[in-house]
């Protein structure tokens, strides 16, 4: 019998066949597609990947030119499936017609059940008769991958349409709202702007919290603290009234102190924290995004390790380990790891593994978790950092609790309340293993109840009141997954389109004036765009289609019949749209004050060499200017530089790493980089 066997992509592919083949694979190349043959209980086996999607939607030819077509066509416009590499496409239906079975291997959940049913729908084209598997696997390791190979089941078609859903849906959203956003505000060509059914409501989650921290009012406060002496120690307490709104009423207090004080209160406790849950999608890329690593990043590097038999497949919402993991044997297999092997086996020769459970229970996949032993010298940076932290979470959510001791010691000073809190580990248990954001043990005075102290000096310090703390790009994930935008397989990419397209930049994340302008222009004339409530209830009904209780036609419609009470908001105030966001963009051309006569400085194009530069607005009177980086986008921080003085800009260009700089190219801050250049 001839076997074709269909992975989501090329390295999958290779993998599945050195697992099954036993290492003895024939690598061969056909239409320039490279294909693993090897035998399989005496079967002839061919191991094909793909590049994710072979087919994408798109609408018909006619349907192509921005100024010809009214946005609103697009609606309810026909879909295309058209190849997304014609070459590929027919070396599969190629192989496809030469198979006596085919063996489906793509990931599994709603795009690889996609991925491999669109493949079928090619294969069947010129082999309508084949047999059609499906090989279910969380982990490319030799035991899941035989396994799987030996419990073939159907595909899910259910699973599938939702994918299709979600592919019809997003083509018809984005395209419609981008073309009508471009058009309004005569933004076209390589300059497009846009609009997502997915990232708008996104992107203002990010402007409405800039909105609040512009609206916010400082206000200002003292607080105040003792330096103390006493039980053979010096430390700090404060005064229980942790915010005075008046400096004279502190100063008041401060007088009447006196030096003496007395311990009114003594309190110990002693807690147990539980280890934390399995990672799933969102908290692993939370989890990242504290050490450093981008969501985006993460998931590319998780997908990685996945491939390579590393760790399990990183797309899951389960937070409950599945009993027939093999615990014991994951940590055999860890042994072997560089640096955390040693932990591994302690946590084995515990007399009973008893994992910790999140809220989330699914039967698709388990919790992401390590599945082979690496070192150093495979993997290296970011990605020995991300294995680590898999590795780490895991232990941790089979260790043992940790505790702690608090204690807090109230202070009378004549009448006047301090106090003294702090907190020590006093057993590591699970913070061992997973020791990320762990503080500082605070360590505490040995006093007692009725014993006196000594006031030695006070502290008055002013200070000010906070606005609301900015998205982190982990925080954004975790309110996407409240709210219900996305799904754990494209947060992280929605996010990064929004730095791609000029949104958002920083992390903690700040608006563009484009992205506000964009966001804040859809959230007033057609507010369901922006409202996470629409967006979830779309995502849900893809959940119906997946469990089989709607069918993927009545979704499409019903989502083609909101974006069109949507079209009719916004077609109504077009002019008024376009205004706002090309008001915006002049705004985000702004880049500060001008140093020499404090006008605008100013983003501006010259008109022969169509080179940028920035130039002061009270040109002619002042002629003060700085050149500019020619790619790339040009965003103001609204700070200037310390040593010249200039404003300071970033600029953010595809593929590299964002550029702070101040505009003096004189600056001193600059110096070494003139070395460095002058040297080369």
Not at 27 to 44: P, Q, R
Not at 124 to 146: G, H, M, W, Y
Not at 377 to 385: A, C, L, S, V, Y
Request: charged share 30%; hydrophobic share 35%.
């Amino acid at each position: 019998m001839k076997t074709l066997v269909v992975s989501e992509k090329k390295n999958a592919a290779k993998r599945i066949a050195e697992l099954l083949g036993d290492g003895k694979v024939e690598e061969t190349k056909s239409g320039g597609v490279e294909l693993f043959k090897f035998k399989l209980n005496g079967d002839e086996m061919t191991s094909v990947g793909l590049r994710g999607h072979i087919l994408k939607v798109d609408f018909p030819e006619e349907f192509s030119n921005w100024q010809e077509t009214p946005p609103v066509a697009l609606i309810n416009a026909e879909i295309l499936k058209v190849p997304t590499l014609k070459t590929l496409v027919a070396e599969l239906k190629k192989q496809g017609k030469k198979a006596d079975e085919v063996i489906i291997a793509t990931d599994y959940d709603r795009e690889g059940e996609l991925i491999g049913s669109d493949a079928v729908h090619e294969i069947q084209s010129v082999n309508p008769d084949v047999p059609i598997k499906r090989a279910r696997f969380s982990a490319l390791t030799k035991t899941e991958i035989r396994d799987a190979f030996s419990n073939l089941g159907p595909l899910s078609e259910n699973l599938a349409h939702a994918g299709e859903a979600r592919q019809d849906i997003d083509l018809i959203w984005g395209a419609t709202l981008t073309r009508f956003i471009s058009l309004a505000s005569t933004r076209l060509g390589r300059q497009f702007l846009s609009v997502g059914r997915v990232q708008s409501p996104t992107l203002g989650l990010v402007v409405e919290r800039e909105v609040e921290r512009k609206a916010f009012v400082v206000e200002t406060y003292w607080q105040l603290d003792g330096i103390f002496d006493g039980a053979g120690s010096r430390f700090e307490a404060g005064h229980k009234t942790e915010r005075f709104s008046s400096k004279e009423e502190v100063e008041a207090i401060i007088k009447s102190l006196g030096k003496e004080g007395t311990v009114v209160g003594a309190k110990k406790t002693s807690r147990s924290t539980k280890p934390p849950a399995p990672f799933n999608t969102t908290s692993f890329l939370t989890a990242a995004a504290s050490v450093g690593v981008s969501p985006a990043n993460a998931m590319r590097i998780a997908e990685g390790l996945y491939m390579k038999g590393l760790t399990s497949y990183p797309r899951v919402d389960n937070t409950v380990y599945p009993p027939s993991l093999g615990l014991r044997d994951i940590l055999e297999t860890l042994k072997a790891a560089e640096e955390v092997g040693p932990l591994a086996d302690e946590i084995n020769k515990q007399d009973k593994l008893v994992p910790t459970r999140g809220k989330k229970q699914a039967t698709d996949h388990p919790p992401i978790h390590p599945t082979g032993a690496a070192t150093k010298t495979r993997i290296t940076g970011n990605d020995w950092k991300i294995y680590e932290l898999i590795v780490r979470r895991f232990l941790a959510t089979l260790a043992q609790p940790s505790q702690a001791e608090s204690g807090r010691f109230d202070i009378d000073v004549n009448g006047e309340p301090f106090f003294i809190r702090g907190r020590r580990v006093t057993n590591e248990g699970w913070l061992k293993y997973y020791p990320y954001g762990q503080k500082k043990d605070d360590i505490l005075p040995d006093l007692a109840k009725g014993d006196n102290v000594e006031l030695v000096e006070t502290k008055l310090e002013e200070k000010q009141t906070l606005p609301p703390a900015r998205y982190s790009q982990g925080a954004l994930i975790q309110k996407m997954e409240e709210l219900g935008l996305g799904t754990k397989a494209t947060r992280h990419n929605i996010i990064q389109n929004l730095y791609e397209r000029s949104y958002m930049h920083s992390d903690p994340i700040i608006p563009t004036e484009l992205g506000m302008a964009v966001s804040s222009s859809l959230k007033k004339h057609a507010p369901d765009i922006s409202s996470p409530e629409m967006t979830a209830k779309l995502e849900a009904s893809m959940d119906d289609i997946a469990a089989g209780d709607i069918t993927r036609d009545k979704v499409v419609d019903k989502s083609r019949d909101l974006l069109s009470k949507v079209m009719d908001e916004l077609i109504a105030k077009q002019e008024e749209v376009g205004t706002e966001i090309r008001t915006g963009i002049k705004e985000g051309k702004t880049v500060g004050k001008c140093p020499k006569c404090d006008a605008e400085l100013r983003v501006i194009r010259a008109k022969k060499s169509k080179k940028r530069f920035v130039g002061c607005s009270g040109y002619p009177d002042c002629s003060n200017s700085y050149p500019l980086p020619q790619f790339g986008d040009v965003l103001p921080l609204g700070s200037i530089c310390d040593d010249c003085g200039s404003p300071k800009i970033k600029v953010i260009s595809k593929g590299k790493r964002p550029w702070e700089l101040c505009l003096d190219p004189n600056c001193v801050t600059k110096e070494a980089y003139r070395k460095k250049t002058k040297k080369k």
